[in-house]
């Protein structure tokens, strides 16, 4: 990277591509969707087919509309509608959906497009050199429940199929009395062996430098990755066929207490979650050989597609905890073999070199090693 000529030093500022008033006006309008939900006792994430909404093109949504989107099933645009020589029936009802154009932002305020990154992403040392920060690009669209139209050959979606052991690919997931515990330093999890709270310490694992990098901070009080985890785990449960925890009027209370206070907090949270969830499905592709696969019948017959075979079957928040570790040995999903075989004999190699006078050389040579391998 470097030089006047590399697309990655721009010299346009994000205020010249859109987003600065119109984005907080988006964030201050989710959050007034999601506060009305919450009023009225409905947590949307933990709504029955939260993740089971659909473009009419086949292509899942996700992120914040997964929160604006009220019912489970397939929603078309009006120019979708006529394409399929549908309309509208009576009373029809319009529902916003934001449509956002990735893009990145650096400390002076460059802007970087997914034109700008060889695979349309930057990829790690491009973060960290540039400092990139996500801020995307985002308006408000319309679209209408395919049952509000006349259509009548409706397509039929079905999630993929993801177990719960299938989250080792992570690393190791250890047991804990209660609740969970995330330790972004050590990269240490545990979670007390229920589906939903094995999946929440599953996303939180994502965000680790090595991983997505993404910062884990606390604001008012509160945990913007705590609300990544319950997203990113309510998806990962539907995923998964289980059942989701009924929440508290305190946990109601709070979360409406930090979306008036910062209502942006919504829209970053359930983007967050949502790359957590494509990245997790990435691994399971990638390290147990596990197709992905997120097609559809055009002409509604029923037919579907799962994620298929390759997987084995199988409320105390502390994200910066740096406590002594459960003395529990148990591990609730545990890192699959390969890389445990593969590990132990770098290790052994790397043990060789202790010629070398300095421990430092051993250390990154191991790193290196291991980056090389697990990328």
Known sequence: MGGSNNPLYRTEKKENLGGGEMAKNIHETIADIVIKQLEDGVVPWLQDGFAKKWNYSGIPYGGVNLLLLPKEGVYLTLSQIKMANGSLKENAKPYDVVISKPRWVDPTGNAYLQSDFENGYPTRQQIYELDLKRDDIVKFGKVYHIDDTTIKEKPNFTLPFVDMSSMGVLGDIYKCEHGVMYDPETDRAEADGTPFNVYRVAIHKTGYRKRLHRAISRIDGYSKE???????????????????????????????????????????????????????????????????????????????????????????????????????SSVVCRMPLFYEVVSAVIGYIVSLFIIYPTVEIVNAIYGELLEIIFG
Request: with cysteine; net charge neutral; charged share 20%.
């Open 226 to 328: 705590h609300l990544v985890g319950c997203i990113g785990a309510s998806i990962l449960i539907e995923m998964a066929r289980g059942e989701k925890p009924n929440p508290t009027p305190e946990e109601i209370d709070e979360w409406i207490r930090v979306f008036k206070s910062r209502p942006s907090i919504i829209y970053t949270a359930a983007t967050s979650a949502w790359d957590a969830v494509m990245y997790i499905l990435k691994l399971i592709k990638q390290n147990l050989g596990v197709e992905y696969v997120q097609t559809y019948n055009q002409k509604g017959n029923g037919e579907s597609t799962n994620l298929r075979s390759g997987i084995r079957t199988g409320e105390s928040d502390n994200l910066h905890s740096n406590r002594e570790h459960s003395s529990l």
